[in-house]
């Protein structure tokens, strides 16, 4: 017999950010878990995830001292009014930061808020992945990769960001399909892992290297690719670097989300005309029909050794501030997770 909370927790964003995210963002508030009516359940969180697109986000879809920060988790029916969801189904949904949430999954929504799914058939692997690699961010390095650089084997890869969530595994399915794979990242430690242990041909740290020469070092004769996480003056110079025809796809610019002013970088406009490059921006949303078909190969590559997955673990709910902060950071290495 389950024993059904009376009441949950959540976070709510206390303030919009400016700057730098700091935990008075944030607020721990306790709500009521109303009784399920007819067709609904309850869901509890096992594992919650923090991203960075939750800080340019926040923005753009949350109300200051009223809405629960946007978030995704795997959680398990605790409690059910639905046939079709039995007690102890485990689903990946956007509910925030938040430990319970009561859901009718005849009314789904479809935007990030209040989405979820099925958990996918992972075997015996943490069922945490549904966060990372067999979930969101996997989705993201697999279709942003191949669907917008178009990959050939002895390609020249860059990937930035390349220890966090999205960019380790860029540069593992780079290698899979035969690429030369250079990566950027936050730290020397960083810059080891993911030579020695994930397989990069190069690493560097972007705090102390010379970029421009590493690249040259590198890849003597030009980029073909470049998986774009983190955007600024990093990303023109690597632009700068690349083969004639070479192309980019631009997942994110974590380097300026906390930015109080736009940053200024050298027009790019040179080296887009004079290469004949093509850049792609993208949400991973644009393959929600072909979700499953990202996941199984993630799965797959994963119990075949292929891919290797990193998280960084936080534990206990009322740490998310922390972890998200953390996260922003780069204290992470691959995904960042929360167990609650």
């Not at 926040?58 to 109300?63: E, F, G, V």
């Not at 690719?225 to 004639?244: A, E, P, Q």
Request: charged content about 20%; glycine content about 12%; some cysteine.
């Amino acid at each position: 017999m389950i024993d059904i909370p009376k009441k949950g927790k959540k976070f709510i964003l206390a303030r919009h950010f400016e700057g730098s995210p700091t935990h008075d963002n944030f607020k721990l508030v306790e709500f009521d878990i109303p009784d399920l009516q007819e067709g609904e359940i309850l869901v509890e969180a096992l594992f919650l995830s923090v991203d960075p697109y939750m800080r340019p986000y926040s923005a753009r879809l949350l109300q200051e001292g009223t809405s629960t920060m946007i978030g995704s988790q795997v959680a398990k029916v605790i409690a059910t009014k639905n046939g079709e969801y039995p007690l102890g189904t485990r689903l990946v949904g956007y509910w925030g930061w938040s430990t319970h949430s009561v859901v009718n999954p005849n009314n789904v929504a479809t935007g990030m808020i209040g989405s979820f799914t099925h958990f996918p058939d992972i075997g015996n692997l943490s069922p945490s992945l549904g966060l990372g690699a067999i979930g969101m961010p996997g989705n993201t390095a697999y279709f942003g990769f191949l669907e917008i650089c178009q990959p050939k084997e002895g390609d020249v890869v860059v990937v930035t960001g390349a220890a966090g969530a999205v960019g380790s595994l860029v540069g593992q399915i780079a290698k899979i399909k035969g690429c030369h794979v250079i990566g950027f990242a936050g730290s020397d430690d960083k810059v080891k892992w993911l030579v020695d242990e994930v397989g990069f041909d190069k690493a560097y740290n972007y705090k102390t290297a010379d970029w421009d020469k590493c690249l040259k070092e590198a890849a003597p004769n030009g980029v073909d690719c470049y998986f774009d996480n983190v955007g600024g003056l990093l990303s023109t110079t690597i632009r700068n670097n690349m083969k004639d025809f070479g192309r980019i796809s631009v997942c994110g610019s974590i380097s300026t989300y906390n930015d109080k002013t736009p940053t200024m970088a050298p027009a790019c406009e040179a080296a887009f005309v004079f290469k004949q490059l093509k850049m792609e921006g993208f949400l991973v949303g644009r393959w929600k029909s072909r979700w499953m078909e990202g996941l199984s190969q993630m799965t797959k590559w994963i119990q075949e050794g292929k891919i290797k997955v990193k998280e960084t673990y936080t534990e206990g709910f009322e740490q998310m501030p922390q972890a998200f902060i953390d996260m922003l950071n780069g204290v992470n290495v691959g995904k960042a997770i929360i167990k609650v």
